[in-house]
Structures are given as C-alpha cells and as structure tokens.
C-alpha cells in the first residue's frame, strides 16, 4: 500500500499523558499536513510542512502541540499534557509540489485520541 | 479570512435523481476551490477542484461542480445518484496567500434506493 500511513490508529490516554502520533507519506510528497477532526465538524487545519521546513502553524496549535518532519519524509505531531478537549480524530495529507497541486491532497484514515 | 459554508447538514435523494450538495465561500484574494468525500471508516479522498479556467469543472465518479464568481458559490452536482454515492462531503477553499485549506462542516448526502 502507497497511501498515507497512520499509527497507532487509536489511542486512549489519560489526561496529563503525552501521545505521540506518526504519519508516513506518499514518498514523492514534499508537502505534508496535519488536520484535526471533531465530531460532526470539518477537518481543522493544524501545521504544514515543505520537506523538513514548518512553513504555517495554525493558532489552534497551542504550546502543548508540537510537529517535527526532521528528515523530511515522516512526520510526528506530540501533544503533552493531554486534556479531554483533546479528543478528536487526527488526519495526516500530503501533496505533490506544485502550485497546481497545492489543495489537492491525499488523507490517511487517521488517529483517533481518547482522552479520559 | 478564507470561510467556507455548507448551509445543509443532509441532502436527501433518491437513487436516479439529480444531486446538488451547496457551499458558499469566502476569500480575500483568488479562490482555490476543492471537494472531498468521505465514506465510513475510510480517509478523506479528493473529488475535484477549480483553479482557473471553465466555470464547470468535473471530478471523479461522474461528481461536476461549478463555480459561480458573483453569488460566491461552488455547488457540487452529479446528474445520476447512486446508492453507493452515499457519504459525508465537504467543501474546501484556500487563497493564494496561503498553503492550508479551510473545509465546510460536511454534508451528509443520503441516497436511498
């Protein structure tokens, strides 16, 4: 499978736990993004990253959030000190390079957190 | 601020019928207007997009949306619906001064049979 790559798929972590989840891209992607998804809502833009370089970082991304592609490829989004408003499913996307790429991105299926 | 609104939360049809699922946008600068579908259990795929060009833009599965300048509009349709078209649909819009894309609440679109 050449898709996206999510793990762990679930966790369930008590509040004040740190989690981290990874996400493996399509190996041609430059591009890669973290989304966040709640309930019945849309997918929430987190960070973006072009190679190993964080070029935006939404506001939601409080200082408990942080996002690292050190070599460029994988990436890792590590949130500490859980809270329950943490809960939600998290998506990882990459894309092609390109200006005419840019939007068109390919989701993996996601990690889902619990946080008791 | 780019927003994106999606005004129906279902869409209802039945199988063989037209199917229009709505959204309006809002951007300060040239739109980038993107559909995505989701079906249970799976991630988030990319159905179509508008750049520039043909105010009709076609998709995958037979999905065309079309982009409207003056009402801000970019309604998804397809002419036929199938059962299997069934899922949750969101809209999405970025602009040119920006990499991320800000998507709709989702619309679910029931097909029944």
């Known amino acids: 499978d050449t898709g996206v790559s999510q793990n762990p798929r679930h966790k369930i972590t008590k509040r004040g736990q740190n989690v981290t989840f990874r996400c493996d891209p399509i190996?041609?992607?430059?591009?890669l993004y973290w989304y966040r998804q709640t309930l019945g809502q849309g997918p929430e833009f987190l960070t973006y990253?072009?190679?190993?370089?964080?070029?935006?970082k939404s506001r939601l991304l409080s200082d408990r959030f942080s996002a690292e592609r050190p070599k460029g490829s994988f990436s890792t989004l590590e949130i500490q000190r859980t809270e329950q408003g943490d809960s939600a499913m998290y998506l990882c996307?990459?894309?092609?390079?390109?200006?005419?790429?840019?939007?068109?991105?390919?989701f993996g299926e996601g990690s889902r957190l619990t946080v008791l | 601020a780019q927003s994106v609104a999606q005004p129906e939360d279902q869409v209802n049809v039945a199988e063989g019928n037209p199917l229009t699922v709505k959204c309006t946008y809002s951007?300060?600068?040239?739109?980038?207007l993107f559909w995505y579908v989701q079906y249970p259990n799976r991630g988030l795929q990319f159905l179509l997009k508008?750049?520039?060009?043909?105010?009709l833009v076609k998709g995958s599965y037979g999905f065309e949306a079309e982009f409207n300048k003056s009402q801000t509009s970019f309604h998804l349709k397809k002419p036929s619906a199938l059962v299997s078209d069934s899922a949750l649909y969101f809209c999405?819009?970025?602009?040119?001064?920006?990499?991320?894309?800000?998507f709709g609440s989702g619309t679910r679109l029931l097909v029944r049979p």
């Open positions: 996307a990459s894309s092609l390079p390109g200006q005419a790429n840019t939007g068109e991105l390919f």
């Open positions: 190996s041609e992607h430059n591009r």
């Open positions: 990253f072009q190679n190993e370089a964080q070029l935006e």
């Open positions: 951007v300060s600068g040239n739109p980038y």
């Open positions: 508008y750049i520039t060009g043909d105010n």
């Open positions: 999405a819009v970025r602009d040119d001064s920006s990499y991320k894309l800000i």
